[in-house]
């Protein structure tokens, strides 16, 4: 608390949403993230696909293997690898395929998280556990498959309030209780940015909107995928997340953003409460990433919910092999797979989007036909 009120006096009292997200979650020792509690599973705060079936990491490697051998590496890179769930079930699915793979490198903000990582992980083999390195940065050339599960929800969001008259970004101020929303009149930069992202759902003008209205724009999201799609030289990226395409993202209807937060699986809306113990998310806008991407050079291979992307890469035949024998065992997997192909879970609002990239025309071609997650010609709605 003294820290984001210190980081507000410093810069003339008053921070964007997104210093202050990034503060919230990433501080080192005190960022929600950042910081030893339990934040997966039962226990937590809230549940991500790996924690619930490693039938979902096996369904994930399936595609990843397609695009390896399209791409002719063994190299994958993990970001933000949460508990190292879905690195052990993809190292275990792709060693189960003989699928070869050379090194797995993850990219991970928290040090906390790192540390669980490397513990999970412990349960792989000398040799597969040889091939995982964290690393800090993203090496600058690559030839690689990339992943990253919820990982876009859990970046740093602008906000801006329209009024009917004006653009506002909304920030943080400090007030005697304690943090406080402030709007400032958008600067040319960041009305741009939100231009940008209204255009992409189709509305001309910021008129078009209702008033008041208040939403995200996803400046480092994008900035992410931008970076990303710059180093990768040939490969393919898969993210997994909860949103929309634009146009269902910023409906008149949605006056009050996607902004949430998460605390032993109850939702909220107030980000100044218990800052460090509770988890802030934005949903993705797939049009503004997928724009991002198509700037550095990444060509989309397909988008689908996640229900549709799981179950083409045989969810349901993996479910049925499991040994029905098994008793209860069988039924809590039965159970996960029902959570992850449920449209009122997390079938329908998560959504899978892959882009891939390739100097060589053949090779994009191998690529996007190896997209066998995806239906053919996967479009941006
Ligand atoms: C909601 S958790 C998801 C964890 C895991 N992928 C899963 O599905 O269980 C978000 C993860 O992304 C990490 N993260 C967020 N922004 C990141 C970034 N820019 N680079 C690397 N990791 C990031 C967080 O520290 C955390 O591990």
């Not at 984001?4 to 949403?17: D, H, K, M, P, V």
């Not at 509690?37 to 937590?44: E, I, T």
């Not at 990219?107 to 040889?130: F, H, K, M, V």
């Not at 993202?249 to 605390?263: K, S, V």
Request: hydrophobic content about 45%.
């Amino acid at each position: 608390m003294t820290l984001i009120q210190a980081r507000i006096e410093a810069a003339q009292g008053w921070i964007g949403f997104d210093a202050f997200m990034a503060l919230a979650l990433y501080t080192p020792g005190l960022g929600y993230y950042s910081g030893p509690s339990r934040k997966f599973g039962a226990g937590g705060d809230f549940v991500t696909a790996p924690e619930l079936s490693p039938l979902f990491g096996a369904c994930v490697a399936g595609q990843l293997a397609a695009w390896m051998q399209a791409a002719g590496t063994g190299h994958l890179v993990e970001f933000g690898a949460g508990t190292g769930q879905l690195a052990s079930q993809v190292l275990n699915e792709l060693e189960r395929l003989g699928q070869p793979v050379t090194r797995y490198d993850i990219i991970e903000l928290s040090g906390n998280l790192r540390e669980q990582q490397a513990d999970t992980l412990r349960a792989l083999s000398p040799t597969q556990q040889g091939k995982v390195h964290w690393l800090d940065r993203l090496p600058d050339q690559l030839q690689a498959v990339v992943l990253a599960n919820e990982v876009l929800d859990a970046m740093p969001v602008n906000l801006f309030h329209w009024d009917g008259g004006q653009l506002f970004e909304r920030g943080v101020a400090w007030s005697e209780s304690g943090p406080c929303w402030q709007d400032r009149p958008a600067t040319s930069d960041f009305e741009a940015l939100v231009r940008r992202s209204l255009t992409g759902a189709g509305h001309a003008d910021l008129k078009d909107l209702p008033a008041p209205y208040v939403s995200e724009v996803h400046a480092q999201g994008q900035a992410w995928i931008r970076t990303l799609g710059g180093h990768l030289q040939a490969g393919a990226v898969l993210t997994l997340d909860y949103g929309f395409p634009a146009r269902e993202y910023y409906h008149g209807q949605r006056d009050r953003g996607t902004l949430a937060c998460h605390h032993r699986h109850q939702v909220g809306f107030d980000p100044f409460l218990q800052i460090g113990a509770q988890d802030l998310t934005a949903h993705v806008d797939f049009t503004a990433i997928d724009a991002a991407a198509g700037e550095a050079g990444l060509n989309l291979a397909g988008f689908c919910n996640q229900a549709r992307f799981l179950m083409n890469n045989g969810l349901l035949e993996r479910l049925a092999a499991q040994p029905i024998d098994a008793g209860l065992a069988y039924a809590s997997q039965a159970q996960a797979v029902g959570r992850l192909l449920s449209e009122a879970e997390m079938g329908e609002l998560f959504k899978a989007i892959a882009w891939v990239k390739a100097e060589d025309p053949a090779m994009r071609q191998a690529l996007l036909d190896a997209s066998h997650g995806f239906e053919p010609g996967g479009r941006l709605l």
